[in-house]
């Protein structure tokens, strides 16, 4: 699973800012009280960031659901190993019995037939797993999104935030750690998220 396709910038406001000035005749003068419109712009210049790394191995449906696509895809390489081992076996058979001249031409035929149809279910299978394995990856992807878009939302409400983006790996050459949200964000998707996975898990079972 690719970490980067997971996350977007997440914006909330777009930057703005704005010059207030009153003058009278003798001179310019700037107004000591913060009008509302100075007050939205130093609104909208704060900015914050979230560790996307941080994010995949501290958030618990993150760490959830990744163990669970990871057995998935084990079983899956286990099922196709399995049936691709039977499948040579059952050539190399073939082979050897073909050498003692075993077989009658319509025999060996009909063997090579049996052959090639399991090679092509083998490799129709396959497809059919690694589909239906990238469309969950896909839905855990977006169920991600989703639930990191939704907290964000609720989360800005207070904090105000102009732009909360995504740092992971080098895509940010420098940022001061007073910017850094990850552990205030973690917490709070930790105490949202109950658990749904393992509840689901749980109920499916029985």
């Known amino acids: 699973m690719n970490k980067k396709n997971i996350f977007c910038i997440l914006s909330f406001a777009a930057m703005t800012a704005f010059t207030l000035t009153s003058c009278d005749k003798s001179k310019s003068q700037m107004d000591e009280k913060a009008s509302p419109a100075t007050t939205k712009a130093d609104a909208a210049n704060k900015i914050a960031f979230v560790e996307v790394d941080s994010i995949m191995t ?5 760490k959830e659901y990744s163990k669970l696509l990871q057995q ?3 079983n899956i390489q286990k099922t196709l190993a399995a049936k691709q081992q039977q499948l ?3 050539a190399a058979n073939f082979q050897q019995k073909v050498q003692q001249n075993a077989y009658t031409r319509e025999q060996a035929e009909g063997v090579q037939a049996g052959l090639q149809k399991q090679n092509n279910d ?5 497809q059919r797993l690694s589909s239906e394995f990238q469309a969950e990856t896909e839905q855990y992807n977006k169920a991600l999104h989703d639930s990191l878009q939704h907290y964000l939302a609720i989360y ?3 904090k105000k935030y102009g732009m909360i983006f995504a740092k992971q790996g080098d895509n940010v050459l420098y940022a001061d750690k007073a910017y850094d949200i990850t552990n205030e964000v973690v917490a ?3 105490k949202m998220y109950k658990g749904k ?8 079972k029985k």
Do not use: E, M, P, S
């Open 58 to 62: 501290q958030y618990n449906f993150c």
């Open 72 to 74: 998935k895809g084990n």
């Open 88 to 90: 040579q076996a059952a």
């Open 122 to 126: 083998l490799q129709a299978l396959n």
């Open 156 to 158: 800005n409400k207070d």
């Open 188 to 190: 709070g998707l930790n």
């Open 197 to 204: 996975l393992a509840t689901a898990g749980n109920k499916a």
